[in-house]
């Protein structure tokens, strides 16, 4: 799945978070979501990223037991995308629950429920990088 699908994806997925807190009138998610987010991406760009040394390091010995040169060059493309999607993600976070909590901000309910989503979005796209990372583990693990 490319970048800017994943985007539309996870901010689609943001959106049906909002609207089915709002059909059974709870905002758990929210209220979660605005005070643990940064922490749980920056736990999760610490794990995936010592995961991710982990798998490159396999790579690096299947390498040398079948002298290849570098059949894994997309792979470690990918891994390194991941690693600044992570951090854009920390920085999108910041951006949106700084604004959401702004007195200016809340004159504008529509501007409110797209910050929603977005803080939403940020969550469901970290989800998918972290099941990116898992599933790159198990391939390793597969790769004879």
Same mark, same amino acid.
């Given at each position: 799945?490319?970048?800017?699908?994943r985007?539309?994806?996870?901010?689609?997925?943001?959106?049906?978070?909002?609207?089915?807190?709002?059909?059974?009138?709870?905002?758990?998610?929210?209220?979660?979501?605005?005070?643990?987010?940064?922490?749980?991406?920056?736990? *999760? #760009? !610490?794990?995936?990223?010592?995961?991710?040394? +982990? @798998? &490159?390091?396999? %790579?690096r010995?299947? /390498?040398?037991?079948?002298?290849?040169?570098?059949?894994?060059?997309?792979?470690?493309?990918?891994? *390194? #995308? !991941?690693?600044?999607?992570?951090?854009?993600? +920390? @920085? &999108?976070?910041? %951006?949106?629950?700084? /604004?959401?909590?702004?007195?200016?901000?809340?004159?504008?309910?529509n501007?409110?429920?797209?910050?929603?989503?977005?803080?939403?979005?940020?969550f469901?796209?970290?989800?998918?990088?972290?099941?990116?990372?898992?599933?790159?583990?198990?391939?390793?693990?597969?790769?004879?």
């Open positions: 799945m490319n970048t800017i699908t985007v539309f994806a996870s901010l689609g997925l943001g959106l049906l978070a909002q609207i089915s807190q709002d059909a059974i009138m709870s905002h758990y998610f929210n209220t979660f979501l605005e005070a643990n987010l940064v922490n749980l991406l920056v736990a *999760l #760009l !610490a794990v995936n990223s010592a995961t991710m040394g +982990i @798998v &490159l390091t396999k %790579i010995d299947l /390498l040398d037991k079948r002298n290849l040169e570098d059949g894994f060059a997309k792979t470690k493309q990918q891994m *390194l #995308l !991941a690693i600044k999607e992570q951090l854009a993600l +920390i @920085v &999108l976070s910041i %951006i949106f629950l700084t /604004l959401i909590t702004s007195p200016y901000v809340t004159l504008y309910p501007l409110i429920l797209l910050l929603k989503c977005g803080i939403a979005g940020v469901v796209y970290s989800m998918h990088i972290l099941y990116d990372t898992a599933k790159s583990v198990l391939i390793i693990i597969d790769y004879k």
